[in-house]
């Protein structure tokens, strides 16, 4: 069926689809494939096949994905990990200093922070997103590789957390969402705009090594154009980035360099057309030594930039 209606996939989809639904490993369903399979169990396959066949990704059906050679839970608020985002991280782990602060910036499901800091146990980090669904499965992936204890969750809009001034005011304690054990303090207030400081008085102060981040890139008219899987099923917070696609860049742009230690980076995943425009915008702002690098297909894929002291200026 699903090599009838076009999946490329069909046959491996099918196959995991069927270990996930019987509750077997991969070296299980290759050794048992030829025993019969109850009523119960070939309904439950039959419901994971009609969700693939509306559109559903496998990763999102059984929860999961993975990337860096790490496996990811997902939930309706997260972005599945992709191979691509992965060049990010491994500029990440080269740029960070000995004992180096990371900064992740829209977290999603933490896959880019918790795959530096495993492949960097000297390293510590933060991370911000505003939904706190995302931050709830991004703790929950932290604690399942070891490294929730050097990782710190704050929920908010992009730079928003780490500043006291924009709201000030004394902070309700059960509004902040931080550490490991997300999901077990609420947190009120709408989640389309920051009701509240949500950290510790002070915060402001702070600076990182680096600051990364895979925004939302798309142009709001190009989302309804994109397949299924991510136009039905992917957050449209993690993919809508305004009328011309660089909303996001702009906000990092802007503030980056009030987070930056001295010589401090900037990473940023960007669309296969963004180059030039995202390279203006960190110029602009002042930012030095700004490059493009390109993903195995030659697409412009991330932005670098250096922090230069002094001549951080507001980008346009």
């Known amino acids: 069926m699903l090599v009838r209606l076009g999946f490329d996939s069909a046959a491996l989809d099918a196959k995991r689809l069927t270990a996930f639904a019987l509750g077997l490993s991969d070296l299980e369903i290759a050794t048992r494939e030829g025993e019969p399979v109850d009523e119960t169990g070939a309904q439950r396959v039959a419901e994971l096949l009609q969700r693939r066949l509306t559109g559903e990704s496998v990763a999102r059906i059984v929860g999961e994905r993975e990337f860096y050679g790490l496996a990811f839970g997902l939930n309706a608020a997260t972005l599945e990990p992709r191979p691509e985002t992965e060049m990010l991280v491994d500029l990440g782990i080269a740029a960070l200093p000995a004992g180096g602060r990371l900064l992740d910036l829209g977290t999603g499901t933490g896959a880019i922070a918790i795959a530096v800091l495993v492949n960097r146990p000297d390293v510590t980090a933060v991370a911000t997103d505003l939904s706190v669904e995302a ?76 600051i990364v981040s895979n925004p939302p890139y798309i142009t709001s008219a190009v989302v309804e154009t994109l397949a299924p899987e991510v136009r039905d099923f992917d957050p449209r917070l993690a993919l809508d980035a305004g009328p011309d696609g660089l909303t996001p860049y702009r906000i990092i742009a802007a ?38 690098h390109r993903d195995l297909a030659g697409l412009d894929r991330v932005i670098s930039a250096h922090h230069i002291e002094g001549t951080t200026r507001t980008a346009q």
């Open 255 to 292: 503030e980056a360099a009030r987070y930056l230690t001295p010589g401090g980076r900037v990473l940023v995943e960007i669309g296969y057309d963004q180059g030039a425009a995202v390279t203006a915008l960190f110029v602009a702002a002042g930012f030095g030594d700004v490059a493009v």
């Open 135 to 210: 931050l709830e499965a991004a703790g929950r992936n932290a604690a399942r590789h070891g490294v929730a204890e050097r990782l710190e969750f704050l929920q908010g809009s992009w730079f928003e957390p780490l500043t006291t001034s924009r709201f000030g005011g004394e902070v309700d304690p059960q509004a902040r969402v931080r550490g490991p054990l997300l999901g077990e303090v609420p947190v009120k207030g709408p989640l389309t705009r920051p009701t509240a400081d949500l950290s510790p008085k002070g915060r402001g102060e702070e600076r990182f090594d680096l």
